[in-house]
């Protein structure tokens, strides 16, 4: 239970889990319930007989809810669904279901963070110890219900310009070759139905990564240990301050100031090393990024960035999905396509632009969730190819390179035009 019923003079304001009860669960369950909650109001009724007859009208009023919903009740799958039909000819119909999320299977996770209590430092769990961040994969479970589209578009703004999506700033070395991903720019459009009308809402999400920022995270996670050895291996120092130690590192943050590092400590170096694969699989990093924060911030999913979870680490998501009659799906698959193939949204249908950094709070604590889709695989593949094409090109003159390189390189190219691009590449 989540707390006793809140009485006033106009309503009854049940718990979030009684009200997904109510649209889930059979008229015991609720009943029982319910009768539990009503243990705990005693104190807002008196006499006590007016408690007795509150509790009779109540559930009297549960069984008739029960009632007018138990006809909408049907067993989608395996899972039980509350389903609405909207239209004379129930033309259109809104699924509800419970989505089963838990810390523990890798959908759900907490953060920790060092604050001072008094005379002493303690650990405080973020967001509360009853409640859980989401990871990507959780997002895309919901979306297994919500049912939205999501599509990479071939270019993606930059600095004034279209340029290929994703688009990867590198940096140079002292020698001119190329060094570490400074940034990713990666645009996602997502499509899907508004979860109180079924009416169409379009997302074109834009997102600027560096994989810095997962170096960032990590470090001030050290400082903030409750370990000293580590803490006093991270130090937050200002840039007039800065003096060249052997075997110490200055990372720069913000506003004159960064972390000095001690690179022999190991829990420092395992931050180190963990930022070089994550600089070396950035594209991956970034479209994980990109397709979990589109998702959320989509109409379908109501900007849900955290849950209540019970005290086994468990939550159940309600979660609004769209189905119809052979005409209603023609029409929305028409349109999918057309938005699919890069056409601008209808006048008619909700549309939406949104550009975000990831910032130190949206790192999530572990590895990037595994890429699964045909064509994320495919923008892999294309983007090593595009990379090992462009460390090739830094060597040629610019006159074989303007013979070489095809108009439109790269967003026009296939993954096959790529590859006979390299292959003649490497022959000279």
């Known amino acids: 239970m989540s707390g006793p019923l809140i009485l006033d003079k106009t309503a009854i304001r049940l718990p979030s889990d009684l009200r997904l009860k109510l649209v889930m669960e059979d008229p015991e369950a609720l009943a029982l319930a319910l009768l539990e909650a009503l243990g705990d109001i005693g104190e807002f009724a008196e006499p006590q007989n007016d408690n007795f007859a509150l509790r009779a009208a109540l559930f009297r009023a549960c069984e008739l809810a029960i009632a007018h919903r138990k006809a909408?009740?049907?067993?989608?799958?395996?899972?039980?669904?509350?389903?609405?039909?909207f239209g004379e000819d129930g033309m259109l119909e809104q699924v509800i279901r419970g989505v089963s999320l838990s810390l523990h299977d890798g959908t759900l996770y907490q953060r920790t963070k060092r604050v001072h209590n008094g005379n002493e430092w303690v650990e405080e769990v973020e967001p509360s110890p009853h409640r859980a961040f989401l990871k990507a994969a959780a997002y895309d479970r919901l979306n297994g219900t919500a049912g939205c589209t999501v599509v990479m578009p071939k270019r993606v703004a930059y600095d004034g310009e279209e340029v290929p999506n994703p688009h990867r700033v590198r940096l140079r070395r002292g020698d001119g070759r190329l060094g570490e991903v400074e940034l990713v720019v990666m645009a996602v459009r997502v499509i899907g139905m508004s979860p109180m009308t079924g009416a169409p809402a379009v997302l074109?999400?834009?997102?600027?990564?560096?994989?810095?920022?997962?170096?960032?995270?990590?470090?001030q996670e050290l400082s903030e240990s409750a370990i000293h050895a580590e803490s006093a291996a991270v130090q937050m120092v200002s840039e007039d301050d800065l003096r060249r130690q052997p075997g110490w590192r200055y990372i720069p943050l913000a506003g004159g100031v960064g972390y000095v590092c001690q690179l022999s400590h190991a829990a420092v170096r395992r931050c180190f090393t963990r930022y070089a694969r994550t600089n070396a699989d950035a594209i991956r990093w970034a479209s994980t990024y990109a397709r979990r924060n589109a998702l959320r911030a989509h109409p379908a999913f109501a900007g849900v960035s955290n849950v209540a979870i019970d005290r086994n680490g468990h939550a159940l998501v309600p979660m609004v999905g769209w189905t119809g009659d052979a005409a209603a799906m023609t029409a929305w698959q028409r349109l999918v396509q057309a938005l699919v193939a890069g056409e601008a949204p209808p006048a008619d249908v909700e549309h939406v632009e949104l550009q975000e950094q990831v910032e130190l709070t949206d790192v999530e604590p572990e590895t990037a969730a595994p890429?699964?889709?045909p064509e994320e695989q495919e923008m892999l593949r294309k983007n090593a190819l595009i990379e090992q094409i462009d460390a090739l090109m830094i060597r040629l003159p610019a006159s074989r390179l303007r013979a070489a390189i095809p108009p439109g390189y790269p967003a026009d190219l296939s993954e096959d035009d790529l590859a006979a691009l390299l292959s003649s590449l490497q022959e000279d």
């Open 204 to 219: 074109d999400y834009t997102l600027e990564y560096q994989p810095m920022v997962e170096l960032r995270a990590a470090l």
């Open 371 to 373: 890429i699964t889709t």
């Open 72 to 85: 909408d009740v049907r067993v989608l799958g395996t899972a039980e669904a509350f389903v609405r039909s």
